[in-house]
């Protein structure tokens, strides 16, 4: 029973172009989620997070939206560049913090020159 | 420079041979996390420390056991190794319980034969 979702696997955007990366969650405690990037043969880092008081958060290219009456959250890359290629989570956690996170299974971008 | 770091990069087992991974942090920070991702799938917390407080997730199976004998090191011990425990085992620490995110380790690929 996944609380945290993100319903695609693979993502493939144009240089330059926006990516929107979707997550979904089931559990409504949930106040806090971040996002998290990951390259090949390293550990997820950190990228954005986002308080369930908010709406929406900005941080140069990366914009995570949250939408709680449907439990949606999003994350936008603008404009997508080919560094940006690599796995990413959506994580959440249900007590204001980063203590105890769950993750989504990941998706992951490619940019396409 | 690296903050979490964990060894070895890569192991090899055989089916019931235990294994020890270990993971050490240059961060002092208070928690220490170890998370179970197999491929394509979300990473799974299995347990973590508070200090010298061990907190065990309620579906982690007994063959997995942690030690904790400093604030710097954690190992993670596989007691007897299935097929199904190959996996990206992944070490992450936290500062305290109200900071914004975990900081993860690179990994240690499991393979067992």
Same mark, same amino acid.
Not at chain 1, 56 to 64: A, P, S, Y
Not at chain 1, 72 to 88: E, F, K
Not at chain 2, 50 to 77: G, I, M, W
């Given at each position: 029973?996944?609380?945290? $979702?993100?319903?695609?696997?693979?993502?493939?955007?144009?240089?330059? #172009?926006?990516?929107?990366?979707?997550?979904?969650?089931?559990?409504?405690? +949930?106040?806090?989620?971040?996002?998290?990037?990951?390259?090949?043969?390293?550990?997820?880092? +950190?990228?954005?997070?986002?308080?369930?008081?908010?709406?929406?958060?900005?941080?140069? #290219? +990366?914009?995570?939206?949250?939408? $709680?009456?449907? $439990?949606?959250?999003?994350?936008?890359?603008?404009?997508?560049?080919?560094?940006?290629?690599?796995?990413?989570?959506?994580?959440?956690?249900?007590?204001?913090?980063?203590?105890?996170?769950? +993750?989504?299974?990941?998706?992951?971008?490619?940019? #396409?020159? | 420079?690296?903050?979490?770091?964990?060894? &070895?990069?890569?192991?090899?087992?055989?089916? !019931?041979? &235990?294994?020890?991974?270990?993971?050490?942090?240059?961060?002092?920070?208070?928690?220490?996390?170890?998370?179970?991702?197999?491929?394509?799938?979300?990473?799974?917390?299995?347990?973590?420390?508070?200090?010298?407080?061990?907190?065990?997730?309620?579906?982690? &199976?007994?063959?997995?056991?942690?030690?904790?004998?400093?604030?710097?090191?954690?190992?993670?011990?596989?007691?007897?190794? !299935?097929?199904?425990?190959?996996?990206?085992?992944?070490?992450?620490?936290?500062?305290?319980?109200?900071?914004?995110?975990?900081?993860?380790? &690179? !990994?240690?690929?499991?393979?067992?034969?």
């Amino acid at each position: 029973d996944q609380q945290v $979702k993100q319903n695609s696997p693979s993502l493939s955007v144009q240089e330059g #172009r926006i990516s929107i990366l979707n997550c979904d969650y089931t559990n409504s405690m +949930f106040d806090y989620f971040l996002w998290y990037k990951k390259y090949p043969a390293e550990g997820p880092t +950190f990228l954005i997070s986002i308080s369930s008081i908010k709406d929406k958060n900005e941080d140069g #290219r +990366f914009t995570v939206f949250l939408n $709680k009456s449907a $439990k949606h959250l999003s994350l936008h890359i603008v404009p997508s560049q080919p560094g940006d290629s690599a796995v990413y989570f959506c994580a959440a956690s249900a007590d204001s913090s980063a203590s105890k996170i769950i +993750f989504g299974s990941g998706t992951r971008l490619s940019i #396409r020159p | 420079d690296a903050m979490v770091i964990q060894n &070895p990069r890569y192991q090899v087992t055989q089916f !019931g041979k &235990p294994v020890t991974l270990s993971c050490s942090q240059t961060l002092n920070h208070n928690v220490m996390y170890w998370y179970q991702q197999k491929s394509s799938q979300a990473p799974k917390l299995l347990f973590h420390y508070y200090d010298k407080d061990f907190n065990n997730e309620a579906d982690t &199976p007994d063959n997995f056991q942690s030690r904790r004998p400093n604030t710097s090191f954690c190992f993670l011990d596989i007691r007897s190794p !299935g097929l199904g425990d190959a996996a990206m085992y992944l070490c992450a620490t936290l500062p305290g319980f109200s900071t914004d995110t975990q900081y993860f380790g &690179p !990994g240690t690929r499991l393979t067992v034969l």
